[in-house]
């Protein structure tokens, strides 16, 4: 009698353990679909440039049946989709990445209190910095009854810091400088 329920509980743990890993396989592969989606958003409202109309994270699986993904990112530029890296300049790459930062949080930490930028327009240029403090100004009231909500932003970019302060959505800001003393 023993050997029988070690060999049913070895089968029922089995199929648990299939379960389990297509339920996995499926929230994943629903995660990214939503992170491309918002990061696909982000870079419509905020890349002021001609040259990629949007970018996404592809994740290729690095073998039959593993759990292990090497991620990618890509731009499509009419209809064409090539990787970012090495074809992109470093204001596209800064861009990217806080789009990417910004889809991760919003996917993965609704309920997360702090979202921080440290010098979030290193090499942007000015229409795609204002558009990225647009698309925060729309982040910060799309989370304005969210009562645990802070937005730092670390700038020296004191246009990029006004339009971001300068509506009802900011309760304040602080300008730090160093003692000429």
């Not at 204002?130 to 698309?135: G, H, Q, T, V, Y």
Request: with cysteine.
């Amino acid at each position: 009698m023993w050997p029988q329920t070690t060999e049913m509980a070895n089968k029922d743990l089995e199929r648990y353990y299939a379960a389990l890993d297509k339920a996995l396989m499926r929230f994943h592969t629903m995660k990214m679909e939503e992170i491309n989606k918002i990061i696909k958003e982000l870079w419509q409202q905020t890349y002021r440039g001609q040259y990629i109309d949007c970018i996404s994270i592809s994740s290729d699986s690095e073998g039959a049946g593993t759990r292990s993904y090497s991620y990618r990112v890509v731009m499509q530029n009419g209809g064409a989709e090539l990787e970012m890296r090495g074809r992109c300049s470093a204001g596209q790459k800064v861009l990217a990445s806080l789009i990417i930062r910004l889809a991760l949080a919003e996917t993965f930490c609704l309920n997360c209190g702090i979202l921080a930028l440290d010098e979030p327009t290193t090499n942007l240029d000015g229409p795609n910095a204002e558009s990225l403090a647009a698309a925060l100004l729309r982040i910060m009231e799309s989370r304005k009854g969210q009562e645990n909500f802070q937005l730092i932003v670390i700038t020296h970019d004191e246009r990029f810091a006004q339009l971001i302060g300068q509506r009802q959505l900011a309760e304040k800001y602080y300008r730090v400088s160093k003692d000429e003393q």
